[in-house]
């Protein structure tokens, strides 16, 4: 499916929303405008891609809604250059708004179709995350570790502590945190066991698995 004019004309329209609700940085802003969500959805969807709404992209999750995908890469602060661990690659879409960034992404999905149909689509259209892993994400990838960033896209039901030894002193771990509804939280490192805590309010994602594999 091709990226047209009127897609494009459409990821304005979502980016103008995004501004009128509190997104303010423009790297963010500037790949939500370029990449094309639509391509991510399945064909029953794909009308209404550049609405402001979670879809269903089977094996019982979703494609985050826009505002949430801005939201926390904005909290996560990414830089041109950063390694970022993104816990739940899902469609993939996360990963590819922080590959239009300039992050280098590390992305962990722990549903095999997922991680198979992921996989292939990303590089087809021209996102390529430094590794994909099909695994755990409540244990993260310590192969790679420190990162400068850590988002985890799905809800946690208690603080993932073994993400935080994986975070570089200076780097952010965004997390959505409970059960029914979660808490959006921003953890600072400050030194190897000191962190600052944020908290931003109420969100809603599907919980994050912890079956092994």
Request: aromatic share 0%; proline share 9%.
């Given at each position: 499916m091709l990226d047209s004019y009127k897609h494009k004309g459409l990821r304005n329209k979502l980016v103008e929303e995004l501004i009128n609700k509190g997104i303010k940085d423009l790297?963010?802003?500037?790949a939500i405008a370029n990449v094309p969500r639509h391509l991510f959805m399945d064909s029953g969807f794909i009308d209404h891609a550049y609405q402001d709404k979670a879809f269903p992209i089977g094996s019982g999750q979703t494609i985050s809604q826009p505002f949430t995908v801005a939201f926390q890469t904005e909290l996560l602060n990414?830089?041109?250059g950063d390694k970022i661990l993104e816990i739940g690659t899902g469609s993939g879409y996360q990963a590819a708004v922080l590959c239009e960034i300039g992050a280098k992404v590390f992305t962990i999905e722990r549903?095999?179709?997922l991680y198979?149909?992921?996989?292939v689509f990303?590089?087809?259209i021209n996102y390529?995350?430094?590794?994909?892993?099909y695994g755990d994400g409540n244990i993260g990838y310590v192969e790679e570790s420190p990162y400068d960033g850590i988002i985890v896209t799905a809800g946690a039901s208690e603080i993932p502590e073994k993400l935080f030894t994986q975070l570089k002193i200076g780097g952010r771990l965004v997390v959505p945190i409970g059960s029914e509804v979660q808490k959006m939280v921003l953890y600072l490192k400050k030194a190897e066991n000191e962190y600052e805590i944020k908290d931003f309010g109420d969100f809603q994602f599907v919980p994050l698995l912890k079956n092994k594999i």
């Open positions: 790297s963010v802003l500037d990414v830089k041109k549903i095999k179709e198979r149909k992921t996989s990303l590089p087809s390529r995350p430094k590794k994909m892993i």
